[in-house]
């Protein structure tokens, strides 16, 4: 069966730092990945999506970026975190018409 | 492009009552619907979502909603929530056009608290 592993669950980094946030997928091949950030009192705002390794669509202009470096990891980052950078992010992959998420990294960007 | 209003940010109801969160979308092409739960500090779930056929989708724990072309909306409804059922859940619409980029977007969520 198909999961999918981000991490790590919370974090807390101060302004001007860097980020690392990684999402793996196992049990599928080729998967559309999806990037989301949930800030506080807000919906989900898609960031980035790739069809496959070293695509990455970006959605919303920002201080982050995305790469897939291989077919089932795809990583979020930042050269240096802003205040408004905080939120839920929610890594997803996709099957037909359905996404499957998750289970979230809490960021703090203090 | 298409867009997803979810009308309701915040919904109180007491435990066994009903509930129905709103829905309305915008697209000028036709489009899937879905409905995703998100429970505390957790990833979003699928509920249910409609494709194709009957207009009434049944989902899991007991939700239901129902496609309204002519008023492009896209309800959800439960007749008797639990406590368990204290989420937010976000409306989402996926264009049924096969092209690359082809995604999700979701609207702005709705908060469920339901008092015992």
């Known amino acids: 069966s198909q999961t999918i592993h981000q991490w790590p669950a919370t974090l807390v980094q101060p302004v001007g730092s860097p980020l690392s946030l990684e999402c793996t997928v196992e049990g599928t091949s080729n998967p559309n990945l999806y990037w989301y950030r949930q800030a506080a009192g807000r919906g989900l705002q898609l960031l980035f999506y790739s069809v496959g390794i070293g695509q990455i669509s970006s959605e919303v202009p920002q201080n982050l970026s995305a790469s897939r470096p291989q077919d089932r990891q795809f990583i979020l980052s930042s050269k240096k975190l802003l205040l408004s950078d905080s939120g839920f992010y929610l890594c997803?992959?996709?099957?037909?018409?359905?996404?499957?998420f998750g289970s979230g990294t809490q960021l703090s960007v203090l | 492009a298409q867009s997803v209003t979810q009308l309701d940010s915040q919904v109180p109801v007491f435990e066994e009552a009903p509930v129905e969160l709103r829905c309305n979308y915008s697209s000028s092409v036709s489009v899937y619907l879905f409905w995703y739960v998100q429970y505390p500090n957790q990833g979003l779930q699928l509920l249910l979502k409609y494709l194709s056929g009957s207009t009434l989708v049944k989902g899991i724990n007991g939700f239901e909603a129902e496609f309204n072309k002519s008023q492009t909306s896209f309800h959800l409804r439960k007749p008797s929530v639990h406590i368990s059922d204290t989420a937010e859940y976000f409306c989402?619409?996926?264009?049924?056009?096969?092209?690359?980029?082809?995604?999700?977007?979701f609207g702005g969520g709705t908060r469920v608290l339901v008092k015992p």
């Open positions: 997803a992959w996709e099957r037909g018409e359905k996404l499957f």
């Open positions: 989402a619409v996926k264009l049924t056009i096969k092209a690359a980029g082809n995604k999700l977007t």
